[in-house]
């Protein structure tokens, strides 16, 4: 499928929307957990085994992300749509059939391992080309899409919910839901497809859309990967990710837990509505944080993400225990960092690298967040529950784990200070070269 080129008087401000369905749509994944009571129940499941899909999905997009960058970046943004379309949809109609069998592994299969699929192509196929279009205010634009997965659980979560309500929540509702699921994201989806396109080579060249995105340094993924701005970067996202993680898969039971032994005990839906504000958080700083980028730039506000997050930590471990608005208000900030992350993530490698092969890049690099999805809720878990065996309660459950979350945003922190500009010798020659370069380059 050729990248479709935009005809003379394309809008720009038509290809965020466009990335926008897809990222809504994917984003439905941070709804997982309304999904895994009634899955427990019917099924006969444990809590580690129904959160299986969602590991597996996560070790998927960055996987998949990584080695489907390069195939990206040639074959263009609609062929990347669709590809997540159909990856995304289908997993959930193998999870439907899986569910109305009672056969866990092939939700297992469908949601995890092909829907993850679509969620790593899909994650990264608009970026390249909205870098493209956009190569004025890069933050902002990839933050506009990206912000789209950190809200696509806002509507995901009360749709669920209310689904599993009228189906009811036994084998079969669990099942039409993942049916309504995958044929809804399908139309949805469908619109980024069939909206997306690549700017002409005179927009390339700056006469539409401001500087041409193929100005200054530009970097091969193959080179990108050897140089160590890319793994300075690489530890940087997987810090501020697995910092932002460990409270995210946490949050209702962390804030029960926190004030159970006051005066003031959290209550089972006022812990959802904490879940709900570090969702609006997550999705607020994507766009947010990604746009002050461009003012402040890229190195400016990972400072702030990984040194105020390691504050914001301090200030929870310290005091939090004593005051619940500031266990609210640092948590948030913490998410807005951890969503903030992931969109300026693209801006700050094109800054480096160039927008030349940035989608195959940016797809290798989100192997930092496979591994933060693992490490996170590792960390916090395992704490949690070898403090509880010693017979410990309350906010005492995590304080180690706040620890160890500021000792990793130091050493984030740390890696962000030591990006350079990359090496002359790792620079595709020039512009029209590295076009040429991208069009003969195998996948």
Not at 198 to 212: F, I, K, N, Q, Y
Not at 219 to 229: C, D, E, G
Not at 396 to 407: A, D, E, Q
């Given at each position: 499928?050729?990248?479709?080129?935009?005809?003379?008087?394309?809008?720009?401000?038509?290809?965020?929307?466009?990335?926008?369905?897809?990222?809504?749509?994917?984003?439905?994944?941070?709804?997982?957990?309304?999904?895994?009571?009634?899955?427990?129940?019917?099924?006969?499941?444990?809590?580690?085994?129904?959160?299986?899909?969602?590991?597996?999905?996560?070790?998927?997009?960055?996987?998949?992300?990584?080695?489907?960058?390069?195939?990206?970046?040639?074959?263009?943004?609609?062929?990347?749509?669709?590809?997540?379309?159909?990856?995304?949809?289908?997993?959930?109609?193998?999870?439907?059939?899986?569910?109305?069998?009672?056969?866990?592994?092939?939700?297992?299969?469908?949601?995890?391992?092909?829907?993850?699929?679509?969620?790593?192509?899909?994650?990264?196929?608009?970026?390249?080309?909205?870098?493209?279009?956009?190569?004025?205010?890069?933050?902002?634009?990839?933050?506009?899409?990206?912000?789209?997965?950190?809200?696509?659980?806002?509507?995901?979560?009360?749709?669920?919910?209310?689904?599993?309500?009228?189906?009811?929540?036994?084998?079969?509702?669990?099942?039409?839901?993942?049916?309504?699921?995958?044929?809804?994201?399908?139309?949805?989806?469908?619109?980024?497809?069939?909206?997306?396109?690549?700017?002409?080579?005179?927009?390339?060249?700056?006469?539409?859309?401001?500087?041409?995105?193929?100005?200054?340094?530009?970097?091969?993924?193959?080179?990108?990967?050897?140089?160590?701005?890319?793994?300075?970067?690489?530890?940087?996202?997987?810090?501020?990710?697995?910092?932002?993680?460990?409270?995210?898969?946490?949050?209702?039971?962390m804030i029960t837990d926190f004030f159970a032994?006051?005066?003031?005990?959290?209550?089972?839906?006022?812990?959802?509505?904490?879940?709900?504000?570090?969702?609006?958080?997550?999705?607020?700083?994507?766009?947010?944080?990604?746009?002050?980028?461009?003012?402040?730039?890229?190195?400016?506000?990972?400072?702030v993400y990984l040194g105020a997050g390691a504050?914001?930590?301090?200030?929870?471990?310290?005091?939090?225990?004593?005051?619940?608005?500031?266990?609210?208000?640092?948590?948030?900030?913490?998410?807005?960092?951890?969503?903030?992350?992931?969109?300026?993530?693209?801006?700050?490698?094109?800054?480096?690298?160039?927008?030349?092969?940035?989608?195959?890049?940016?797809?290798?690099?989100?192997?930092?967040?496979?591994?933060?999805?693992?490490?996170?809720?590792?960390?916090?878990?395992?704490?949690?529950?070898?403090?509880?065996?010693a017979g410990k309660h309350g906010s005492s459950?995590?304080?180690?784990?706040?620890?160890?979350?500021?000792?990793?945003?130091?050493?984030?922190?740390?890696?962000?200070?030591?990006?350079?500009?990359?090496?002359?010798?790792?620079?595709?020659?020039?512009?029209?070269?590295?076009?040429?370069?991208?069009?003969?380059?195998?996948?």
């Amino acid at each position: 499928m050729s990248p479709p080129v935009a005809p003379p008087g394309w809008s720009r401000w038509l290809v965020p929307p466009a990335a926008l369905s897809v990222h809504l749509s994917i984003g439905q994944a941070y709804a997982w957990s309304v999904f895994k009571p009634p899955l427990e129940s019917a099924l006969h499941l444990s809590g580690t085994q129904s959160a299986l899909p969602f590991q597996l999905a996560i070790v998927m997009l960055g996987l998949s992300a990584a080695f489907g960058g390069t195939l990206v970046e040639r074959n263009g943004p609609r062929w990347a749509m669709t590809v997540a379309l159909v990856c995304f949809s289908t997993g959930f109609l193998i999870s439907a059939l899986g569910a109305q069998t009672q056969q866990y592994w092939l939700i297992v299969l469908g949601y995890g391992f092909v829907g993850g699929i679509g969620l790593g192509i899909g994650y990264i196929s608009p970026v390249s080309t909205l870098i493209k279009w956009f190569p004025d205010r890069p933050g902002m634009a990839t933050g506009i899409a990206i912000m789209g997965f950190g809200g696509g659980a806002l509507i995901a979560s009360p749709w669920s919910a209310q689904m599993l309500q009228s189906f009811g929540s036994d084998h079969s509702g669990i099942a039409l839901a993942f049916l309504v699921h995958g044929l809804s994201y399908a139309v949805f989806m469908s619109l980024g497809v069939l909206l997306v396109r690549v700017p002409r080579s005179e927009d390339l060249e700056g006469t539409a859309a401001g500087p041409s995105a193929f100005e200054g340094v530009q970097v091969s993924a193959r080179s990108a990967v050897r140089t160590p701005q890319f793994w300075c970067l690489w530890i940087v996202l997987c810090m501020n990710v697995t910092a932002g993680i460990g409270i995210l898969e946490k949050a209702a039971p962390m804030i029960t837990d926190f004030f159970a032994d006051t005066s003031t005990p959290v209550s089972a839906s006022a812990a959802a509505g904490f879940v709900a504000l570090l969702s609006a958080a997550n999705m607020a700083g994507r766009i947010g944080w990604s746009s002050a980028s461009d003012l402040i730039g890229r190195k400016n506000v990972y400072r702030v993400y990984l040194g105020a997050g390691a504050i914001m930590y301090l200030l929870i471990a310290s005091f939090g225990d004593s005051s619940k608005p500031l266990v609210i208000l640092c948590a948030l900030v913490i998410l807005s960092f951890y969503g903030g992350g992931f969109a300026t993530i693209p801006a700050y490698l094109k800054d480096l690298f160039g927008a030349y092969q940035v989608g195959a890049i940016h797809g290798r690099l989100l192997t930092a967040w496979s591994t933060a999805g693992v490490l996170g809720p590792l960390i916090v878990n395992w704490i949690a529950d070898h403090q509880k065996e010693a017979g410990k309660h309350g906010s005492s459950l995590y304080g180690l784990s706040f620890v160890i979350m500021i000792g990793l945003l130091v050493i984030g922190f740390a890696a962000n200070e030591l990006v350079r500009p990359v090496h002359p010798r790792h620079h595709v020659p020039a512009p029209k070269e590295a076009a040429d370069g991208r069009r003969e380059q195998p996948a």
